[in-house]
């Protein structure tokens, strides 16, 4: 059933918000000359996927977990679309394509073992990663990957029709702050 609201959500959100995006891109142009970031993560039953979202990071900054960055590497633009949370709107590619869910554990990347390993030994990866879910409206991050993978596997566990749409309103309505960067 989540797969046909995640579908659709994503199908309108990526024509309805298409305006927006084309503006945010074109300021990211400004920002960074790249504005579209691309990265592999982890994916459902551990297989790689490629995750787009807005840069709001310089470009040649390393490709760490985002509580792992300094503060520095971010452009002013990219803090603006971090705390909008607009950085995330062109992860709705990825929810359309099957990749993703609007709801699910975030997805991590392949050198953030310790996460994989808690995650993978609570069934974390049995299901497709997400947009937002519990750990990230309780602004839970990676940062600390035991008590993450423990949420997320809740999550899963009690996930109903009606907590997908807590979640989704939740975050759209401001809980949670997002990624955190040193």
């Not at 994916?43 to 310089?58: A, D, E, I, S, V």
């Not at 633009?77 to 099957?98: A, H, I, T, W």
Request: aromatic residues 10%; hydrophobic residues 40%; proline residues 4%.
């Amino acid at each position: 059933m989540t797969r046909l609201f995640d579908f659709l959500f994503s199908f309108l959100g990526l024509i309805c918000l298409s305006p927006v995006m084309l503006i945010l891109y074109i300021i990211g142009l400004f920002d960074t000359g790249s504005p579209i970031f691309a990265q592999e993560r982890v994916g459902k039953n551990k297989k790689p996927f490629t995750l787009y979202k807005f840069r709001t990071m310089h470009k040649n900054t390393a490709s760490v977990a985002s509580h792992l960055a300094s503060t520095s590497s971010i452009t002013k633009f990219g803090s603006f679309l971090r705390r909008s949370k607009l950085d995330e709107l062109p992860q709705l590619l990825n929810v359309l394509l099957g990749d993703m869910s609007l709801v699910g554990p975030r997805p991590n990347l392949f050198n953030q073992e310790e996460l994989i390993k808690e995650r993978e030994s609570r069934g974390v990866y049995l299901i497709r990663p997400g947009i937002t879910g519990l750990a990230q409206i309780n602004e839970i991050d990676m940062s600390t990957p035991e008590l993450l993978a423990k949420t997320d596997a809740e999550m899963i566990n009690t996930l109903t029709v009606k907590k997908y749409f807590e979640y989704i309103f939740a975050t759209v309505s401001g809980k949670g702050s997002g990624d955190r960067v040193k």
